[in-house]
């Protein structure tokens, strides 16, 4: 059967992948999902082989189905080349036990580069295949790495135009910067007053305005998404799990056919998604472990079956995991309820009216892979400094929380099943809660002060990302309410 995209709530099907790209998320609320997950072609011995980027090809082929082999080849090797600052793309090192899948080597040190740096060529892609007429405008909601990176892919692409909403004081003090410094003719950044949620629930709400949507037609503008929604971010973050895997096989780590288990620190739900998409293709995947850090809302889901919202939303120091509206999550119920798009639907609307849904006996069955942790702020530090002292491996607050959460799941269960920890950042993004918790100590010293202290810490060089915005100018200094954002939207593009 030729694959195609429908939407996890049943208002939309038999859309091409570039057709599901340009849209982002269906016009019902709904996420796209392929109508089925294509098993890989090639073997294990044959992707071991593989440059990251011949793996990619060999991944994201199977899902883009109305690329030509040239059009996506063409889009792998712009987005993978030497905006990575290593040949090998997410370098794997192996300390205290673990593997961890360095995904930060992209242009904005976390690993929301790994797919967006794609998605401008994606969509660009797509555009073309379609004919569309319009200028492209991406919106999006961001807990501090997606806004970024997408800005970096997006600036000053031809027929794009680009708007991020960030949470005012809910990002680190280097994220912020970033943002507000980034440069391109085509990019807007916007302070929301609010958290992560608000900014991810206005979005939404912008692209279900049906009204805005035609004012926005009417001047030659289309919405689309740049968040983890959007089946083109979902994807090329396949290919890295499925290149960890032949990596390990190829280093001798592991036999071929040997089980893995993977750890992510996990906030929109997508990075893990991948992981089990992975499995899904034919990747020996034993247990997903979703690491959450005090917004718990996935462990407590994991546990008993039951997404609760309602609850005090907490700032940590793994800022990009403060979510407490897992977004992807959609995807994995949809397929746990055998892709009944009416139970699914049910159920989100249940979420949002309610704030809660609890699934069945037998979705929780499907979910069986998944293991739920949490680490506290304190576990988190502690985890740090462990790591740092035992290995001289400095690891970020994300990686953090993912590789407290797998060693307390080590000790629990006694499973020494080899284990990917997906890295999500570079410590210098964080670099003053990393310094804090390696001292065992907070200190008044501003951020570059702790960037310069994790360097003679870590003998790693600073990253380039990091000595730009060092003495950057602020180009954006917009704020709004988040009642505000669709008419901020409005004033950004002159309507
Ligand atoms: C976005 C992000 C996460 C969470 O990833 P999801 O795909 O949203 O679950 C974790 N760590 C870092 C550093 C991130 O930027």
Redesign the pocket.
């Known amino acids: 059967m030729k694959l195609s995209y429908q939407s996890t709530r049943g208002g939309e099907s038999g859309l091409t992948a570039s057709q599901a790209i340009l849209k982002g998320l269906a016009d019902d609320g709904g996420l796209f999902m392929p109508t089925q997950i294509p098993k890989l072609e090639a073997s294990i011995e044959e992707l071991a082989g593989m440059t990251y980027q011949e793996t990619a090809y060999q991944v994201m082929k199977l899902f883009l189905t109305d690329f030509t082999e040239e059009e996506l080849r063409f889009c792998i090797n712009h987005a993978y080349d030497e905006k990575f600052d290593t040949e090998e793309i997410v370098p794997l090192v192996k300390a205290d036990g673990a593997y961890y899948l360095e995904l930060?080597h992209g242009s904005t040190i976390?690993?929301?580069d790994m797919a967006l740096s794609i998605l401008p060529y994606l969509m660009t892609t797509s555009a073309k295949k379609n004919h569309v007429e319009n200028e492209i405008v991406i919106l999006t909601a961001t807990?501090?790495?997606?806004g970024k990176a997408a800005m970096a892919g997006f600036a000053d692409v031809p027929g794009t135009r680009i708007i991020v909403f960030y949470p005012k004081g809910g990002v680190s003090r280097v994220q912020e910067l970033q943002m507000v410094t980034q440069k391109g003719d085509n990019t807007a950044v916007v302070a929301i007053h609010g958290n992560f949620d608000d900014a991810q629930t206005g979005v939404k709400k912008i692209f279900g305005d049906k009204a805005f949507g035609e004012k926005l037609a009417a001047k030659g503008f289309q919405l689309s998404s740049a968040n983890?929604i959007n089946i083109g971010r979902l994807v090329p973050?396949v290919v890295y799990y499925v290149y960890a895997y032949a990596k390990l096989v190829k280093n001798g780590e592991i036999k071929n056919g040997d089980l893995i288990n993977i750890t992510?620190?996990?906030?929109?739900?997508?990075?893990?998604?991948?992981a089990y998409f992975a499995k899904q293709m034919g990747i020996p995947v034993k247990t997903l472990i979703c690491a959450s850090n005090d917004n718990k809302v996935l462990y407590d889901f994991f546990q008993t079956g039951t997404y609760d919202k309602k609850r005090e939303f907490i700032l940590t120091s793994?800022p990009?995991?403060d979510?407490l509206i897992?977004s992807?999550l959609e995807r994995l119920i949809y397929l746990s309820t055998g892709c009944d798009a009416g139970a699914d639907r049910a159920l989100m609307e249940a979420l949002g009216s309610r704030g809660d849904y609890t699934v069945t006996e037998q979705m929780k069955a499907v979910m069986k892979d998944f293991v739920g942790g949490f680490a506290t702020e304190e576990e988190n530090w502690a985890e740090i400094r462990k790591v740092y002292e035992d290995t001289g491996y400095v690891i970020?607050t994300?990686?953090g929380v993912a590789s407290a959460v797998y060693r307390a799941y080590r000790e629990r269960t006694g499973d020494n099943t080899p284990t990917v920890i997906?890295s999500?950042?570079s410590p210098y993004?964080f670099s003053h809660s990393v310094m804090k918790a390696i001292r065992g100590a907070d200190s008044a010293e501003d951020e570059f002060a702790s960037i310069d202290e994790l360097c003679r810490t870590s003998g790693v060089k600073i990253p380039a990302a990091v000595e730009e915005i060092r003495n950057a100018p602020v180009r954006h200094n917009r704020e709004c309410d988040a009642a505000d954002m669709e008419k901020t939207v409005g004033e950004i593009l002159g309507l």
């Open positions: 930060f976390a690993f929301k807990s501090g790495d997606t983890s973050q992510v620190p996990t906030g929109n739900f997508g990075n893990i998604l991948a793994s990009s995991m979510i897992s992807n970020d994300h990686t997906a999500t950042a993004k």
